[in-house]
């Protein structure tokens, strides 16, 4: 399980430095790919291959279905960590990303998230909102 809030920089090649706590669960090889509210999934090998088996599940004659799996596997791209805890990040997830330089990793349970700082703020809630989701997750059944 990923959990945890991390800043660091991506620098002029794309390369960005992942937690020494995620390395450890993520091993030397990975996925990232385009993630919702416009930032970057991040699984484990054994994770996306769950994720593949899920969607060889799913009718591809919803269009909805062709077009996510679309986005979510042509968007997605195997990394290596290098010597120095890096990976590569893609150009085009980068820009997709809108990730320039300072970016968050956020540990989502079975994912990592990477997220342009800028962006990572305006997403970001204030205790009324939480107040108002934690309701509607109870109505999904979850509750603390």
């Known amino acids: 399980m990923f959990m945890g809030e991390y800043n660091h920089t991506v620098d002029a090649k794309g390369r960005l430095i992942v937690p020494s706590k995620f390395r450890e669960q993520l091993g030397e090889e990975f996925v990232v790919t385009k993630g919702l509210d416009g ?19 799913i009718p591809m004659t919803s269009k909805d279905a062709r ?5 979510f596997f ?13 990976i590569l990040l893609p150009p085009n997830l980068r820009e997709y990303a809108s990730i320039q ?31 108002e989701i934690a309701e509607h997750m109870a109505d999904l059944g ?3």
């Open 74 to 86: 042509a968007g997605a791209a195997g990394v290596e960590i290098d010597k120095q805890g890096r």
């Open 39 to 57: 930032c970057l999934f991040v699984y484990t090998n054994l994770e996306w291959q769950n994720m593949e088996e899920k969607f060889k599940n």
């Open 142 to 144: 979850f509750s603390i």
């Open 67 to 71: 077009k996510f799996s679309r986005f």
């Open 101 to 131: 330089k300072d970016v968050v990793l956020a540990g989502v349970l079975n994912r990592i998230e990477i997220w342009d700082k800028d962006r990572w703020l305006e997403n970001t809630y204030d205790d009324d909102e939480m107040d």
